[in-house]
DNA sequence: AGCACGATTAACT
DNA sequence: GTTAATCGTGCTC
């Protein structure tokens, strides 16, 4: 069952701002009962230790971000708006706080469930924001703290196709309208032309 | 104990 | 472009 491909913990454990780039044109993929859920990453952010002042972890360790201390490689789930999940996975050495925010995806896998969690919006809608593609694919608070590098695990990332810097856009990272420069406009944010990803589909 | 706000989304003018 | 929805978290009193 589990793909040769997949990423391992050496791939998470590395600089978070690096590793949200190199995300891009990977498979993100949710097991439920069986079925396999997801497709391409297209958008990612980089969220890196208590100096940055956009990331949760600026309020240091306390009970809601002691994940992202904790051990590359697994999920930081969080809700958000009183109703809306985020998915993230935990980046760098165990002990320094750190995550990639998994922000959109190309839908390809399990299209019928996601149309059903997201009905009655169109399939460009599906999974294109970060909140969205946790309600299309069923993530909650329950993923949250999983181990995405173990082998029975029900969230996990595979290798994917190549995503040229040329299809690649960096920009600031959305939604920190408090945070204090250079924090809210460092680009931070990766986004893949979804023609990138299609080109090499 | 109370409060302001949030790594958003969907619906509406 | 504007705004309601809706509640956990972290900070102040």
Same mark, same amino acid.
């Given at each position: 069952m589990p793909p040769g491909n997949r990423l391992l913990r050496n791939f998470f454990a590395r600089d978070t701002v690096l590793v949200a780039r190199e995300l891009l044109g990977a498979n993100l993929v949710r097991m439920e009962s069986g079925q396999r859920l997801g497709g391409v990453i297209l958008e990612t952010e980089a969220y890196h230790g208590e100096a940055d002042l956009g990331c949760h972890a600026r309020a240091g360790r306390t009970p809601r971000t002691q994940v992202m201390y %904790?051990?590359?490689?697994? =999920?930081? &789930?969080?809700?958000?708006?009183?109703?809306?999940?985020?998915?993230? +996975?935990v980046t760098q050495a165990d002990g320094f706080p750190a995550?990639?925010?998994?922000?959109?995806?190309?839908?390809l896998e399990g299209r019928e469930v996601i149309a059903a969690r997201?009905?009655?919006?169109?399939?460009?809608?599906?999974?294109?924001?970060?909140?969205?593609?946790?309600?299309?694919?069923?993530?909650d608070g329950n993923q949250h703290g999983m181990d995405?590098?173990?082998?029975?695990?029900?969230?996990?990332?595979?290798?994917?196709?190549?995503?040229?810097?040329? %299809?690649?856009?960096?920009? =600031?990272? &959305?939604?920190?309208?408090?945070?204090?420069?250079?924090?809210?406009? +460092?680009?931070?944010?990766?986004?893949?032309?979804?023609?990138?990803?299609?080109?090499?589909?």
């Open positions: %904790g051990p590359p490689g697994h =999920a930081y &789930v969080y809700f958000t708006y009183g109703m809306h999940w985020m998915l993230n +996975i995550a990639v925010l998994i922000r959109a995806i190309l839908p997201r009905s009655p919006q169109p399939p460009h809608c599906w999974t294109d924001g970060p909140a969205k593609l946790c309600k299309a694919l069923g993530i995405l590098c173990s082998a029975d695990s029900e969230i996990f990332v595979e290798g994917g196709v190549s995503v040229a810097d040329a %299809g690649v856009q960096a920009s =600031a990272r &959305v939604g920190l309208n408090n945070v204090p420069e250079p924090w809210r406009s +460092i680009p931070w944010r990766f986004r893949a032309s979804e023609s990138a990803v299609m080109g090499v589909l």
